[in-house]
């Protein structure tokens, strides 16, 4: 064996989530409940790395027996410039969460948050149609990207969106195409206007945070409306929507489904998303 082809311990898998500050992560609680009730031998740990040991760390997973690891701020974007091979959505996302050490020490690298919101979404609310109108996402960061890709991938045929800072729009858009609309922030309340499903893909309404209040009167009861904040589950925009008659989702099911496709690449299982995992990474 030459030092260029890492060796895998066949034994015990790990994988881990790499990211600065990661205590408070709770994937190590999610893929902690996975691998004890699938049985499997592995471990899933956070480890917390530094801009500049990006590359060193991830030249190093490998060769300590890794399979693969999760990646959160601030790494998700410099990832894709260090993998070896980078999937369409990562690619078109501009970040990838997920990343497969093969047994040849390459890096493949995946952007799995979309898939997660759209699972999410058909587990909670399962009468969800894709073509039932236009999707309205409020937010542009690189969680909205990810939320816009998999609508556009769906089907939804148009998708409006709204930032505070409008050049971030008006950049998707550049980049997704003419199925975007991109609405002014002082304007987002016409953007309900006949919205099928309406997103907010801010980090407005965390705890801590400023709540996100819109003009809701545009707002259908049959609109589908879902936050990305999960702590709390019940944010002031989600509260206000139930209000009005619309079936809301809340956006912890979209952490717990991002995770599944991780885990099956490298512990060989497809974990199940249940109430029972929802516990546990809410304990
Ligand atoms: P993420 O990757 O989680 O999406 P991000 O790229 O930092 O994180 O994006 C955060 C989103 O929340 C952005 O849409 C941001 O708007 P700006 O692009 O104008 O910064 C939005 N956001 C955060 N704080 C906000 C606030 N106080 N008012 C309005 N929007 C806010």
Redesign the pocket.
Known sequence: MTDDQPSRPAHVPLAGVIGMPIAHSRSPRLHGHWLQRCGIAGHYIPMPVMPEHLTEALRALPRLGFVGVNVTIPHKEAVLTLADSVTDRAALIGAANTLIFRPDGKIHADNTDGYGFIANLRQNAPDWQTDAGPAAVI??????RAVVASLLDSGVKEVRIT???RI?SEQIKAEFGARLVVYDWAQAGNMLDGAATVVN????GMEG??PLRLPLDALSPDALVTDLVYTPLMTPFLADAQARGCRVVDGLGMLLHQAAPGFERWFGRRPEVDDDLRRAVLE
């Not at 937010?139 to 909205?144: D, F, I, L």
């Open positions: 937010g542009a960061g690189g969680a909205a930032n505070r800072t971030r893909a801010t980090s407005l945070k400023q």
